[in-house]
């Protein structure tokens, strides 16, 4: 995808690094949101994007690492102001099904991408249904030039049988991966209120399968990481990333079953 992308590409910074580290970096013009919780919304983008000279637009919705999320209503706005404007809008929605509202927040829909011929929509099947191993996921768009020119960048056999196997079960699966997303719902709510026990930890709202925490006092990233790591429980290092503040502490923690959510608060609250 790197190489159809002429000109600037606007990112949104902290996110997933494997973006901005297949990109040239004179190409990128980072946005860092100022508000809380690096939290933003559609007019702050158009905002800061208004008076910079991209042709690309990458929004990550839920956003990886902030849980940022912008509904679908908003989107529009944002898609209709890239149209007026001539920026092509990539949006990776891997995140999306586990969001409130879910079916009605998704841009896979025929409709939407005939509409809207510069936008590009990426899903990585590996996050919402938890195959990693499979690498699964796909690119939609109705600029048929550019799917043509992706196509011819594949290789033959880009999906082996296990994923092949996969793609033919996992709809016949769909209510219960509806009902099992409403769960995770429930279960986020909850564990979310759970952190909020933790005194040294600042948890960010989150509509993804993970909650970014500011450790306020007690400890660094490193050594908080460290300690769980000494009773099995692995957790993210978010000072790594780019643009994200450093006079601060991150990590990114993980939304798992109640029994494993339970363990991390256990924990936690032992330290």
């Known amino acids: 995808m790197e190489k159809h992308i002429a ?81 092509s809008l990539i949006v990776d929605e891997s995140f999306v099904d586990f969001a409130d509202d879910s079916p009605n927040n998704s841009l896979l829909h025929n409709d939407i991408l005939e509409k ?47 994923g092949e196997f996969y793609m033919q079960l996992f709809g016949k699966y769909s209510t219960d991966y509806q009902k099992a997303c409403e769960l995770f719902r429930e279960e986020r709510k909850r564990f979310y209120h759970k952190l909020q026990d933790i005194p040294y930890l600042k948890v960010f709202p989150s509509q993804a399968n993970f909650f970014l925490c500011e450790i306020i006092e007690k400890y660094t990233s490193d050594e908080l990481g460290i300690q769980l790591l000494k009773r099995n429980i692995l957790i993210s290092n978010c000072n790594t990333k780019s643009h994200i503040d450093t006079k601060k502490q991150f990590i990114r923690i993980a939304i798992r079953d109640q029994k494993d959510n339970n363990k991390l608060i256990s924990a936690l609250k032992c330290l």
Do not use: M
């Open 116 to 162: 809207y011929k510069d936008l590009v929509v990426i899903k990585s099947i590996s996050k919402s249904y938890g195959v990693p191993g499979l690498r699964l996921g796909v690119a939609c768009s109705s600029d048929i030039e550019l799917i043509n020119k992706l196509k011819k960048e594949l290789s033959i056999w880009n999906i082996n049988s296990f």
């Open 7 to 87: 000109g600037n590409i606007g990112v949104i910074f902290p996110t997933f690094e494997e973006y901005p580290n297949r990109l040239d970096k004179k190409n990128i013009i980072p946005f860092i949101p100022q508000k809380e919780n690096y939290r933003y919304g559609v007019n702050d983008l158009i905002t800061f994007f208004a008076t910079k000279d991209i042709s690309t637009l990458l929004l990550i919705n839920p956003d990886n690492p902030s849980g940022n999320f912008i509904a679908s209503k908003d989107i529009f706005t944002l898609i209709a102001w890239c149209k007026r404007k001539h920026i």
